[in-house]
């Protein structure tokens, strides 16, 4: 069992930036892990945001390319999303999650704000 705890959420006017992390406790593993972000708009289906392979491919959903970046860091078995120049549109609750197949886990989540 892998727990992903997410933090680095909060409110932010638009134009600034915010810092997700994901620390997840599966030890050594953690670097197997494909990781990505998603997030979910209030009446919004969940969408994926950014994803990095364990080999440390990235992608991105085309609304943040550009605008996001996905890192990782095994030796401290933590996920980040840099989000910057953000836009209201970003406001949503952004969730972490970890998969090698046949395994999913997903963190709690954490909110993001985008309001002047």
């Known amino acids: 069992q892998v727990q992903l705890v997410e933090s680095g959420g909060g409110s932010v006017q638009p134009g600034g930036s915010l810092r997700l992390s994901c620390a997840a406790s599966s030890g050594s593993s953690f670097s197997t892990f494909a990781m990505g972000w998603y997030r979910q708009a209030p009446g919004k289906q969940r969408e994926l945001v950014a994803g990095i392979s364990s080999g440390g491919t990235t992608n991105y959903a085309g609304s943040v390319k550009g605008r996001f970046t996905i890192s990782r860091d095994n030796a401290k078995n933590t996920a980040y999303l840099q989000m910057n120049s953000l836009k209201p549109e970003d406001t949503a609750v952004y969730f972490c999650?970890?998969?090698?197949?046949?395994?999913?886990?997903w963190g709690q989540g954490t909110q993001v704000t985008v309001s002047s």
């Open positions: 999650n970890a998969h090698i197949f046949p395994l999913n886990y």
